[in-house]
């Protein structure tokens, strides 16, 4: 029996001028509800106000005009009907023309006023209207379509303006007392200066004024920041009660002992860092932290610190990496980091042979303190920690993973530190990730060099081969990178293969060159990077996978080819592999970027070495969408509300969420009572 899911009965299907079939469409844009249909805003809107009088009209010019139809005539031409309005003010007289719509002529009555809106075309030396927009004029009622601030709704296929802001007028009219309700008290609107609620609703679709419509923008947004504020803050209390996590007190002399075992000294945001960890891992609170530093920063010996102090207090701690190659190098370097203190450091990967890994299992169940190093292997159903009190977690630029790490769920709950090498723009920190506390690594380590970075367009190119060429004669080494995009990875791939055999041919002839590639195994793979480490290869040809972890210091220079199709902060990271050692290091981008955008971008980083710098560029160039792939429902988190260029409204009702909260614990606040009640009705999707 073919048994038909029931039809959801949407909630505006059966709203005037709507039908199921509107409602479908309307969907797509996540609106379900008369309310969501409310907060469904205007993409932009276009200025229909200034009307014109008929002699004022130029060719070429876009205008909104009022006049009397004089007469109405569909014309049959050669291939198409035409339909012409003629209408007429004190002024003069001009037709307006449609092709192909003869039903429009039914439209129109002589003797009926009528605004328009749309461009003035010259033919035949006679000034004409082709398709405006158009509507009659009605004493009593405002226009929607014309003679006014008209809003341009986003569309999707087989949704139309007209008829979607038809939609939009009926649902204002009919619906915004029933369905929105001013929450805000008047004297905290007062004291922030907000217009009412469901006016400023009315406003965002069919503004008054321009001077209203930023008003009301301000209260839309407002609300959309402070009830996130709201949610984000309750949240971070919620943890805070409602988890305990086991305390690592750290003594000072493991501290001096750590620093003392190092081959360098801290720079000051590790310090920094540092004394965070200790505060943080010291409290029964489970931390939430977030340390973000470019490539390079050194946060690897901080996470030995946070491993350190959990191993040292009897407890074990895992850290979480994205890639087997990456894993194995963390492991390797933290095993190096932790060796004088005797603590056990174990891998876990997908390639570990199966009697290790029982043991490992058997061992991690009975609590043997240890720190664990793994790839996703770690996540497995067997993989069971006995006595896990920190979580590490390294997404190098892959944001989202800490919001799904299964590992905290236990009790008592891990503590969390994230690292991320993208670093986050200040204006989205606060958002995207929100709920963590951040530990910054500005600085790079004293020594690090700067790398000179070149946009070569092609005619250049063999130049700088041929300057590569020369670094490698003196012993020095050089990556070749090549754009991995997941769909055309097969082709991508090719590219590699085609580049290496030429380059192998070429100018590198008498030069060993290897070739990584994400198709490769992962032995395969292993061994052209340590025949890179060990020096035995020259020059590296590979898909972006060195992205993720190489540390070679005796590698000077880095062609990216096809450049332009990297993300800024991705050209970044790459670049951030070279200039580790004593010799100058040079990146070279190949690219010709055909938009004035694509230019700017690499630009931007011939310019700069500054990883929040280029991430806020980025940001400015991109937007701000690529940042929001870290929520869990995928749907967009203001509807309006830019946290970039909203920054300044955010950091306002932050403030004012704290001072709320604050407020609330000593007495009773009818302002926090009225936003919670709110958010009990219609809680955010964080
Ligand atoms: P990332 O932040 O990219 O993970 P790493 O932790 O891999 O950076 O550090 C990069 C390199 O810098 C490593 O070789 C590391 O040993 C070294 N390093 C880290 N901190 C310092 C420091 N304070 N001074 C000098 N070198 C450092
Ligand atoms: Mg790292």
């Given at each position: 029996m073919n048994i038909q899911a029931p039809v959801e009965t949407s909630g505006i299907r059966f709203l005037k001028g709507v039908g199921p079939k509107k409602a479908l469409l309307l969907e797509k844009f996540g609106v379900r509800s008369p309310r969501d249909l409310l907060y469904f805003f205007p993409r932009r809107?276009?200025?229909?106000?200034?009307?014109?009088?008929?002699?004022?009209?130029?060719?070429?010019?876009?205008?909104?005009l009022r006049g009397k139809i004089l007469t109405v005539k569909l014309k049959p031409m050669r291939r198409t009907r035409l339909v012409e309005v003629l209408i007429g003010d004190e002024t003069g007289?001009?037709?307006?023309?449609?092709?192909?719509?003869?039903?429009?002529?039914?439209?129109?009555?002589?003797?009926q006023e009528v605004i328009f809106y749309g461009k003035v075309d010259l033919y035949q030396d006679r000034l004409q209207m082709i398709s405006p927009e158009y509507e009659l004029f009605d004493q009593d009622q405002e226009g929607i379509h014309?003679?006014?601030?008209?809003?341009?709704?986003?569309?999707?296929?087989?949704?139309?303006?007209?008829?979607?802001?038809?939609?939009l007028r009926e649902v204002v009219q009919t619906q915004l007392e029933k369905s929105i309700q001013e929450y805000l008290t008047p004297a905290f609107r007062?004291?922030?200066?907000?217009?009412?609620?469901?006016?400023?609703?009315?406003?965002?679709?069919?503004p008054s004024s321009f001077q209203k419509l930023d008003e009301a923008r301000y209260r839309i947004v407002f609300d959309e920041f402070l009830l996130f504020e709201m949610t984000l803050l309750k949240k971070i209390e919620h943890m805070k009660s409602k988890y305990r996590a086991s305390a690592l007190p750290i003594a000072s002399t493991w501290i001096e002992d750590f620093k003392k075992s190092l081959p360098f000294r801290l720079t000051a945001g590790q310090e920094s860092a540092l004394k965070s960890l200790v505060e943080d891992l010291g409290k029964t609170i489970p931390m939430n932290r977030l340390l973000m530093g470019d490539v390079g920063s050194g946060k690897t010996v901080i996470a030995a610190f946070a491993a350190l102090a959990a191993v040292k207090n009897n407890y074990q701690a895992a850290v979480l990496v994205p890639t087997e190659i990456l894993a194995e190098q963390h492991y390797r370097t933290l095993a190096r980091f932790l060796e004088a203190f005797s603590i056990p450091v174990e891998l876990i990967t997908a390639s570990t042979p199966p009697a290790r890994r029982e043991r490992l299992i058997a061992e991690l169940r009975q609590s043997k303190p240890m720190l664990l190093?793994?790839?996703?292997?770690?996540?497995?159903?067997?993989?069971?920690?006995?006595?896990?009190s920190l979580v590490i977690v390294d997404e190098q630029h892959k944001f989202g993973v800490h919001q799904r790490c299964q590992?905290?769920?236990?009790?008592?709950?891990?503590?969390?530190?994230?690292?991320?090498?993208?670093?986050?723009?200040?204006t989205l920190a606060l958002t995207v990730y929100g709920d963590l506390d951040v530990s910054a690594l500005k600085e790079l380590p004293a020594g690090r060099k700067p790398v000179k970075t070149y946009w070569i367009t092609r005619a250049k190119q063999e130049d700088v081969l041929l300057r590569i060429l020369q670094k490698i004669q003196k012993g020095e080494q050089a990556y070749f990178i090549f754009p991995l995009i997941e769909e055309t990875e097969k082709s991508d791939m090719l590219a590699a293969t085609r580049e290496y055999e030429r380059l192998?041919?070429?100018?590198?002839?008498?030069?060993?060159?290897?070739l990584v590639h994400g198709r490769l195994s992962t032995e395969e793979r292993n061994r052209s990077m340590q025949a890179f480490n060990r020096g035995e290869i020259s020059v590296l040809v590979a898909t972006s996978v060195i992205e993720v972890?190489?540390?070679n210091p005796n590698t000077t220079a880095i062609v990216i080819e096809n450049a332009e199709r990297f993300g800024l902060s991705q050209l970044h990271q790459m670049r951030g592999r070279i200039g580790r050692g004593v010799n100058p290091s040079e990146c070279f981008l190949f690219g010709e970027p055909k938009t004035e955008e694509g230019k700017k971008r690499l630009r931007i980083l011939t310019k700069s070495q500054d990883g929040f710098l280029i991430a806020e560029e980025d940001l400015k160039l991109r937007g701000a969408g690529d940042f929001w792939g870290t929520r869990q429902s995928g749907e967009p988190l203001f509807h309006i509300a830019n946290p970039v260029l909203d920054y300044e409204i955010l950091l306002k009702t932050r403030k004012i969420a704290l001072d709320l909260i604050h407020r609330s614990a000593r007495e009773s606040s009818p302002e926090w009572r009225a936003i919670q009640n709110h958010l009990e009705q219609f809680p955010l999707r964080y």
């Open positions: 809107y276009e200025d229909r106000s200034h009307l014109k009088t008929i002699s004022q009209v130029l060719p070429g010019e876009t205008i909104t007289a001009i037709p307006a023309i449609w092709f192909n719509q003869p039903y429009l002529k039914n439209q129109f009555q002589p003797d014309t003679g006014r601030i008209t809003p341009i709704y986003p569309l999707t296929e087989g949704l139309f303006q007209r008829s979607l802001r038809t939609t007062k004291e922030h200066q907000l217009m009412e609620l469901s006016e400023a609703i009315r406003e965002m679709h069919f190093v793994g790839t996703h292997a770690l996540l497995q159903e067997d993989i069971r920690f006995g006595k896990l590992l905290l769920n236990m009790n008592p709950r891990p503590h969390q530190l994230v690292m991320t090498a993208t670093p986050i723009p200040r192998k041919k070429s100018v590198f002839k008498d030069i060993s060159i290897g972890g190489v540390d």
